[in-house]
């Protein structure tokens, strides 16, 4: 399970049990702490890579508009890109 898989059981089942689930029993606060932390970097790390794509996609932009007679070169760069987006996990 990856580390965003885990922040995001781990989350659930705090949400769930602050909500009333008497199933599960209080966890420790400093594992809430510790998972909230690590929710907190992950949508850093999510945040920053948006950014980065963004500049990408107009860098892409940019390099399609000066060169028109690539037109060939720029539809396999956009397909490249929507498989990667397509791929997000």
């Known amino acids: ?3 965003a898989s885990e922040t995001l059981f781990a989350l ?3 949400n ?3 909500r009333g689930d008497e199933t599960l029993e209080m966890p420790p606060p400093k594992e809430i702490g510790s ?6 970097n992950l949508l850093r790390k999510y945040d920053e890579t ?3 794509l963004a500049r ?3 860098a892409l ?3 399609a508009y000066w060169s028109r007679s ?3 070169t720029r539809i396999t760069l956009r397909n490249r890109i929507a498989a990667v987006l397509a791929n997000k996990e």
Request: aromatic share 8%; net charge neutral.
């Open 56 to 58: 990408l996609r107009e």
């Open 50 to 52: 948006e950014r980065k």
């Open 35 to 40: 998972t909230i932390d690590d929710a907190v």
């Open 12 to 14: 659930a089942n705090f």
């Open 61 to 63: 932009d940019g390099l």
């Open 16 to 18: 769930s049990w602050r």
């Open 70 to 72: 690539r037109t060939e």
């Open 1 to 3: 399970m990856s580390k």
